[in-house]
């Protein structure tokens, strides 16, 4: 299997699904000749021309015009440039996208994907570095996936395409260059499906999209400390795949929740309440830790914007208490 | 007006005290000092005195119950009073009493409300897993000793207080047969894990899972010594205490510790904290466990001294009269068992020390030196050390030196 970037990998499966569904194209600013902010669709504009359509500055009328694609029988992918600019277009997203096919009993569908880039720790300052996949799981009608490696990023983008709902796509900025395995071809990873991306029996952290590569490492590391890791990748925050981690906290009975979002009202807490409300309570056998990003607008400065979300060192702190070795 | 008598306050880590025994039944009389009741606290036992006179109108606190300090156990007052309206207004007037009467207790409780608060209400602190197969075995959560933070239990305590359970009572009854047998005596005897067992439980499991212990093991030429506390003790007047071998070897320990001042430290949160007095304790057993009684500052005390002051703290160690002040606040322990014929031994640390020397007995044995054997006095001694604060070389160092004072005795007097 080859090893591709996370960029790589998407922009596969862009393409891919434009071969396959003539109903799939993709809106957005600056996709065209540009590429696109991150590059995304860098050097499919010639030969993509007719599926890649550039939009004003107007999140709003984007993700209304794709919406609206989306009930006449097209597979519209919108691009936000950074889902921080995913408020302008709230109304379309919640009140719309989310509600007709429940409204109309299933007369209509929503094929829409918005994908959009998220995060801290690229210096972009409280405005373009935001996490705020919880947000969007909070509303019924929507799918909410933030893939963390190129395989599952390229299976869960060609899901969403398929899915007649509207999925909120999460692509964490600093996985873009990140390295890993991708087949050649179509393959699908399921959407509401976790992926135990490390088994261990000592201790379940729960991750999602960025915080699973610093649990991966953290999880190394731990090794040498004699504390066995089992990392599970969420993948889908919702629908959220509770049996896995069900199951994986009935093995460990020790959880540490990591997020990128603001902790408080974060997935996490969800997270949490899930374990707690199932069978995995009985064996739970140290309260359930969770980090999270600090409840602060993100910092402009490096180092504060590095503080303000949980690193690799702070997992690693964490577990450690939990085992007594501070 | 009849008085209100309160749960006092014994030590400064006292919460609570449980009513061991009344001396007096509701409706005898008492005098202001005359013993009232006994009060168990973590380590001792007392007797408190009524502090009032007059009737033993109620007793609040019944036998075996515990009761939280400066609240209401018992009411004295005239013969025949009437105390309904005081049983009303308990609270309010106990409050009252309590800031005339134990104002400094009062703030000192306050630096810590929820300590206090938890520890009364004594519900065992323990994770879902833990308590999940406590329930499955039938286990009573209190009596597994916790090793998580502020005593937590968590699965292994219970996987190895069933572990350890299971080895006492190898031939456990059949279900079926408790309740058929029911009246029947069991073929077992379960003793509570309370009082002072419980707090020695404890201490020692935290010491031995928190401290890793080293040994190191010395032996001692012990003809000079116990020469010279023979003439030492044929100078002393008939009615003075007798200076044992415990007086010399906590004196030696002492003198020893001012030249490795380290050995006088504790650990408390992730800090180590040099004391400035040099405090040794003497582990004396008792039949119900064993307690260390402190004799502070050593170094400063003259044999004479520290010898009365052992005799005194031994005794009022086996009547259980020690007053917690006299038993906290050491900087090393010395553990003697060669009054029990052991040659040698290991001992526990007492936390939160940083070391204890296990002393064994004297015997006559053949020592070779320069190609001769004589026969000498010997004893051997065990110094086990918390390797977080001290390291071999420093052990053995240290112990070198408590050796060499017992070997010449003359540096006593240096």
Same mark, same amino acid.
């Given at each position: 299997?080859?090893?591709?970037?996370?960029?790589?990998?998407?922009?596969?499966?862009?393409?891919?699904?434009?071969?396959?569904?003539?109903?799939?194209?993709?809106?957005?600013?600056?996709?065209?000749?540009?590429?696109?902010?991150?590059?995304?669709?860098?050097?499919?504009? $010639?030969?993509?021309?007719?599926?890649?359509?550039?939009?004003?500055?107007?999140?709003?009328?984007?993700?209304?015009?794709?919406?609206?694609?989306?009930?006449?029988?097209?597979?519209?992918?919108?691009?936000?440039?950074?889902? &921080?600019?995913?408020? &302008?277009?709230?109304?379309?997203?919640?009140?719309?996208?989310?509600?007709?096919?429940?409204?109309?009993?299933?007369?209509?569908?929503?094929?829409?994907?918005?994908?959009?880039?998220?995060?801290?720790?690229?210096?972009?300052?409280?405005?373009?570095?935001?996490?705020?996949?919880?947000?969007?799981?909070?509303? $019924?009608?929507?799918?909410?996936?933030?893939?963390?490696?190129?395989? &599952?990023?390229?299976?869960?983008?060609?899901?969403?395409?398929?899915? &007649?709902?509207?999925?909120?796509?999460?692509?964490?900025?600093?996985?873009?260059?990140?390295?890993?395995?991708?087949?050649?071809?179509?393959?699908?990873? $399921?959407?509401?499906?976790?992926?135990?991306?490390?088994?261990?029996?000592?201790?379940?952290?729960?991750?999602?999209?960025?915080?699973?590569?610093?649990?991966?490492?953290?999880?190394?590391?731990?090794?040498?400390?004699?504390?066995?890791?089992?990392?599970?990748?969420?993948?889908?925050?919702?629908?959220?795949?509770?049996?896995?981690?069900?199951?994986?906290?009935?093995?460990?009975?020790?959880?540490?929740?990591?997020?990128?979002?603001?902790?408080?009202?974060?997935?996490?807490?969800?997270?949490?309440?899930?374990?707690?409300?199932?069978?995995?309570?009985?064996?739970?056998?140290?309260?359930?830790?969770?980090?999270?990003?600090?409840?602060?607008?993100?910092?402009?400065?490096?180092?504060?914007?590095?503080?303000?979300?949980?690193?690799?060192?702070?997992?690693?702190?964490?577990?450690?208490?939990?085992?007594?070795?501070? | 007006?009849?008085?209100?008598?309160?749960?006092?306050?014994?030590?400064?880590?006292?919460?609570?005290?449980?009513?061991?025994?009344?001396?007096?039944?509701?409706?005898?009389?008492?005098?202001?000092?005359?013993?009232?009741?006994?009060?168990?606290?973590?380590?001792?036992?007392?007797?408190?005195?009524?502090?009032?006179?007059?009737?033993?109108?109620?007793?609040?606190?019944?036998?075996?119950?515990?009761?939280?300090?400066?609240?209401?156990?018992?009411?004295?007052?005239?013969?025949?009073?009437?105390?309904?309206?005081?049983?009303?207004?308990?609270?309010?007037?106990?409050?009252?009493?309590?800031?005339?009467?134990?104002?400094?207790?009062?703030?000192?409780?306050?630096?810590?409300?929820?300590?206090?608060?938890?520890?009364?209400?004594?519900?065992?602190?323990?994770?879902?897993?833990?308590?999940?197969?406590?329930?499955?075995?039938?286990?009573?959560?209190? @009596?597994?000793?916790?090793?998580?933070?502020?005593?937590?239990?968590?699965?292994?305590?219970?996987?190895?207080?069933?572990?350890?359970?299971?080895?006492?009572?190898?031939?456990?009854?059949?279900?079926?047969?408790?309740? +058929?047998?029911?009246?029947?005596?069991?073929?077992?005897?379960?003793?509570?894990?309370?009082?002072?067992?419980?707090?020695?439980?404890?201490?020692? %499991?935290?010491?031995?899972?928190?401290?890793?212990?080293?040994?190191?093991?010395? +032996?001692?030429?012990?003809?000079?010594? !116990?020469?010279?506390?023979?003439?030492?003790?044929?100078? #002393?007047?008939?009615?003075?205490?007798?200076?044992?071998?415990?007086?010399?070897?906590?004196?030696?320990?002492?003198?020893?510790?001012?030249?490795?001042?380290?050995?006088?430290?504790?650990?408390?949160?992730? %800090?180590?904290?040099?004391?400035? @007095?040099?405090?040794?304790?003497?582990?004396?057993? !008792?039949?119900?466990?064993?307690?260390?009684?402190?004799?502070?500052?050593?170094?400063?005390?003259?044999?004479? +001294?520290?010898?009365?002051?052992?005799?005194? !703290?031994?005794?009022?160690?086996?009547?259980?009269? !020690?007053?917690?002040?006299?038993?906290?606040?050491?900087?090393?322990?010395?553990?003697?068992?060669?009054?029990?014929?052991?040659?040698?031994?290991?001992?526990?640390?007492?936390?939160?020390?940083?070391?204890?020397?296990?002393?064994?007995?004297?015997? @006559?044995?053949?020592?070779?030196?320069?190609? %001769?054997?004589?026969?000498?006095?010997?004893?051997?001694?065990?110094?086990?050390?918390?390797?977080?604060?001290?390291?071999?070389?420093?052990?053995?160092?240290?112990?070198?030196?408590?050796?060499?004072?017992?070997?010449?005795?003359?540096?006593?007097? #240096?």
């Amino acid at each position: 299997m080859a090893e591709k970037l996370y960029i790589e990998a998407l922009a596969e499966a862009i393409k891919e699904e434009f071969e396959r569904d003539p109903n799939v194209f993709m809106m957005g600013e600056d996709i065209g000749i540009y590429g696109g902010a991150f590059g995304v669709t860098k050097g499919m504009y $010639p030969k993509y021309k007719d599926k890649l359509i550039e939009t004003p500055i107007s999140e709003a009328s984007i993700v209304g015009a794709g919406v609206g694609a989306a009930l006449v029988g097209m597979r519209p992918i919108v691009e936000i440039m950074f889902s &921080d600019f995913m408020m &302008d277009a709230m109304e379309w997203i919640v009140n719309q996208a989310a509600k007709l096919r429940y409204m109309t009993g299933g007369q209509l569908k929503v094929p829409l994907v918005i994908r959009s880039p998220m995060g801290s720790g690229t210096g972009a300052a409280a405005q373009h570095s935001q996490s705020l996949p919880a947000m969007f799981a909070h509303i $019924p009608g929507l799918k909410v996936v933030m893939p963390a490696t190129p395989y &599952d990023v390229k299976g869960l983008f060609k899901a969403a395409v398929r899915d &007649d709902n509207p999925v909120i796509f999460f692509e964490h900025k600093l996985l873009y260059w990140t390295k890993g395995e991708v087949p050649e071809g179509d393959y699908i990873v $399921p959407i509401g499906k976790a992926d135990v991306k490390r088994e261990g029996k000592d201790i379940t952290i729960i991750a999602g999209s960025i915080t699973v590569i610093r649990s991966l490492e953290a999880a190394e590391k731990l090794k040498g400390e004699g504390i066995d890791v089992e990392v599970i990748d969420i993948r889908s925050l919702s629908p959220l795949d509770t049996e896995t981690i069900v199951n994986s906290v009935i093995k460990t009975g020790k959880v540490l929740i990591v997020e990128d979002d603001n902790k408080s009202y974060g997935w996490g807490a969800e997270v949490l309440s899930r374990i707690v409300e199932s069978d995995a309570f009985d064996y739970l056998d140290y309260p359930i830790q969770r980090l999270g990003g600090k409840d602060v607008p993100i910092p402009y400065n490096p180092k504060l914007e590095g503080a303000a979300v949980p690193q690799v060192e702070d997992i690693i702190e964490t577990v450690k208490a939990i085992f007594g070795k501070e | 007006m009849a008085n209100v008598k309160l749960m006092p306050k014994l030590g400064m880590t006292m919460t609570a005290g449980k009513v061991v025994r009344w001396l007096k039944k509701e409706g005898e009389k008492v005098e202001a000092g005359e013993p009232l009741l006994e009060i168990e606290t973590d380590k001792v036992t007392m007797e408190e005195e009524a502090g009032y006179t007059g009737t033993l109108l109620k007793i609040l606190v019944r036998e075996g119950e515990e009761g939280p300090i400066n609240q209401p156990i018992a009411i004295i007052g005239e013969e025949g009073e009437d105390i309904e309206e005081i049983l009303k207004t308990l609270k309010v007037s106990e409050g009252a009493e309590e800031e005339k009467k134990e104002e400094k207790i009062e703030v000192k409780i306050e630096e810590k409300p929820e300590e206090v608060k938890r520890e009364e209400i004594s519900k065992p602190r323990a994770t879902p897993a833990a308590r999940k197969i406590a329930r499955e075995h039938g286990i009573v959560l209190s @009596e597994v000793i916790g090793s998580g933070a502020h005593g937590r239990v968590h699965r292994k305590d219970v996987e190895e207080y069933i572990r350890k359970r299971t080895e006492i009572v190898p031939s456990q009854v059949t279900v079926e047969q408790k309740v +058929e047998k029911k009246e029947e005596i069991p073929s077992y005897r379960v003793i509570p894990f309370t009082g002072m067992r419980k707090i020695i439980a404890e201490k020692m %499991q935290k010491s031995i899972n928190t401290a890793p212990h080293f040994y190191v093991t010395m +032996e001692v030429k012990m003809r000079e010594i !116990l020469k010279l506390r023979e003439t030492l003790n044929s100078k #002393l007047k008939e009615d003075e205490a007798k200076i044992s071998l415990n007086s010399l070897l906590m004196k030696a320990a002492g003198i020893a510790i001012k030249d490795y001042p380290i050995f006088n430290s504790y650990v408390e949160e992730g %800090q180590i904290i040099l004391r400035n @007095e040099i405090n040794i304790g003497l582990a004396v057993a !008792l039949d119900e466990g064993l307690v260390v009684p402190v004799i502070r500052e050593v170094d400063k005390k003259g044999l004479k +001294e520290i010898a009365r002051e052992e005799k005194e !703290l031994i005794q009022k160690a086996r009547e259980g009269r !020690l007053m917690p002040d006299e038993y906290t606040g050491g900087s090393f322990t010395i553990s003697n068992l060669g009054m029990f014929d052991v040659v040698r031994f290991t001992a526990i640390i007492n936390p939160p020390e940083v070391a204890i020397l296990a002393v064994g007995k004297i015997r @006559e044995i053949p020592v070779v030196e320069e190609g %001769q054997i004589e026969i000498e006095p010997i004893m051997e001694m065990t110094l086990s050390s918390d390797h977080r604060v001290i390291d071999g070389a420093l052990a053995a160092k240290f112990l070198k030196r408590i050796k060499e004072i017992l070997e010449d005795p003359l540096q006593f007097v #240096l």
